[in-house]
T-cell receptor, first 113, second 111 residues
Framework: DAKTTQPTSMDCAEGRAANLPCNHS???????VYWYRQIHSQGPQYIIH???NNETNEMASLIITEDRKSSTLILPHATLRDTAVYYC??????????????FGSGTQLTVLP | DTEVTQTPKHLVMGMTNKKSLKCEQH?????MYWYKQKAKKPPELMFV???????INESVPSRFSPECPNSSLLNLHLHALQPEDSALYLC??????????FGPGTRLTVL
């Protein structure tokens, strides 16, 4: 699976949009981009994933560049409860057997009141 | 429903004890995973079960013994652990090629 690079930490004001970037310049054509977050001492929570098109669900939006070498997770109206470590993970989603998620260091997002 | 349950939430054990961690899902997923997470580090894979068969073992010491008795249950048997094995143990499940959903974890302390 391709490696990802994320900023170590970011701050965001409550109520504003949080934009979390991720670089995955070595991504292959059959690799998806997944985003998870982990609130302190809890299990990671799935947020969203995508292959090439932009995706949106009730939690967030995922914007993937046309060359697929980077992506941005957008939390449209951040709240204090969105304070967490956010992980961007690239993973092949087909072929062979079940595959693990390889977590990088992630981005610590702190939402400020 | 995307719930994965894990018991117990917290476990304290001595180095000579034998204990088990349990994980359960009822989403019909056929892949289940154990991850280990040390403080301030990302989760690291330990084991993967696919269709109730062990498919990946990330060179985990034999004092950790996984078991998948059926498609809904995953156990992790612990024996003769060391203090450095203290960590958050996370279970996850997925369709074989699908999105993984995690449980809340078991916080293990080895004295």
């Amino acid at each position: 699976d391709a490696k990802t690079t994320q900023p170590t930490s970011m701050d965001c004001a409550e109520g504003r949009a949080a934009n979390l970037p991720c670089n995955h310049s070595t991504i292959s054509g059959n690799e998806y981009v997944y985003w998870y977050r982990q609130i302190h001492s809890q299990g990671p929570q799935y947020i969203i994933h995508g292959l090439k098109n932009n995706e949106t669900n009730e939690m967030a939006s995922l914007i993937i560049t046309e060359d697929r070498k980077s992506s941005t997770l957008i939390l449209p109206h951040a709240t204090l409860r969105d304070t967490a470590v956010y992980y961007c993970i690239v993973r092949v989603a087909s072929g062979g057997s079940a595959r693990q998620l390889t977590f990088g260091s992630g981005t610590q997002l702190t939402v400020l009141p | 429903d995307t719930e994965v349950t894990q018991t117990p939430k917290h476990l304290v054990m001595g180095m000579t004890n034998k204990k088990s961690l349990k994980c359960e899902q009822h989403m019909g997923h056929r892949a289940m995973y154990w991850y280990k997470q040390k403080a301030k580090k990302p989760p690291e894979l330990m084991f993967v079960y696919s269709y109730e068969k062990l498919s990946i073992n990330e060179s985990v010491p034999s004092r950790f013994s996984p078991e998948c008795p059926n498609s809904s249950l995953l156990n992790l048997h612990l024996h003769a652990l060391q203090p450095e094995d203290s960590a958050l143990y996370l279970c996850a499940s997925s369709q074989v090629f699908g999105t993984q959903y995690f449980g809340p974890g078991t916080r293990l302390t080895v004295l």
